[in-house]
């Protein structure tokens, strides 16, 4: 063979790109829990990785079901049900401090145009517990440039509190970040928060769209440290459980560091 041409057939391999494969949550550091929900409905979901931390079903056996984008299970949530960690039995999930960082990553598809749906998070607004939550949905988005409100839909939030009640001089915690990229209904997408010990961002598939004085959101005090309990699907506020999540969930993972887009991005992908 021409030995030009077979270093031209050397260098084309070269030159094609890699493949890039979806990464398993259980291989990315820092991991702390990742549920896949494998276990039936009418038992508590266990957690693979570092702390096999118990879900326990709230609402009613909670219905397992096949398949979904990363794994091979999912978990269909309605209006009432919910999932929680009792507070005492969390100790690897409960961030605070001015040190705490986390990441959040869920694999869901939502299935309600209801507002205000809790995904996961330590978040007691009844209480003035609140620490930190993903959120879906909310009917408004806060711009910390000037600590103000405006209508919103569709999108994906990342919740975090440095005093466990209500932001100064507001009715509500507006301290969050929230993604520009819409959520659709009926969709499956991977949804996720970080909070890096200074701020908050919001994902969409791996995406961190960038939207000035809302994703990034900065809170530079660290988390408030409270006594809420570890909930999936719902949040406590206004005295009862609520914000409920209606739509299915096939995975998910907490992390005790921010991680970087790049690494949210091979999460994102189909397994």
């Known amino acids: 063979m021409n030995k030009k041409f077979l270093y031209l057939i050397v260098i084309s391999a070269c030159l094609q790109p890699l493949a890039v494969r979806a990464e398993d949550p259980l291989a990315v550091p820092g991991l702390v829990c990742y549920w896949d929900f494998h276990e039936l409905g009418g038992q508590d979901r266990v957690a693979l990785g570092p702390c ?4 326990r079903e709230m609402g009613g056996p909670i219905l397992q079901t096949s398949g979904g984008p990363f794994g091979k299970f999912s978990v269909q949530l309605r209006t009432g049900q919910w999932f929680y960690i009792p507070r005492g039995e969390f100790q690897s999930l409960d961030f605070h401090g001015e040190d705490a960082c986390l990441t959040v990553v869920a694999w869901l598809k939502r299935e309600s145009q209801s507002q ?156």
């Open 52 to 55: 096999a931390y118990r879900l």
């Open 116 to 271: 205000w749906q809790a995904v996961a998070g330590v978040w007691n607004e009844t209480e003035g517990q609140r620490q930190y939550c993903l959120f879906l949905n909310a009917a408004s988005r806060t711009d910390a440039r000037s600590m103000t409100r405006e209508p919103c839909r569709d999108f994906v939030h990342g919740h975090v509190s440095d005093v466990g009640g209500n932001s100064a001089g507001q009715k509500a915690c507006i301290t969050y970040s929230t993604s520009p990229l819409a959520v659709p209904v009926n969709e499956w997408r991977m949804v996720a928060m970080t909070f890096d010990g200074r701020q908050s961002r919001a994902y969409v598939d791996g995406r961190c769209q960038s939207d000035e004085g809302r994703n990034p959101f900065p809170l530079v005090n660290g988390l408030f440290h409270g006594n809420a309990d570890f909930t999936v699907g719902a949040v406590d506020r206004h005295g009862e459980i609520g914000n409920f999540l209606n739509g299915t969930l096939s995975g998910l993972a907490i992390y005790s560091r921010a991680l970087a887009e790049d690494e949210l991005k091979l999460l994102a992908m189909p397994r």
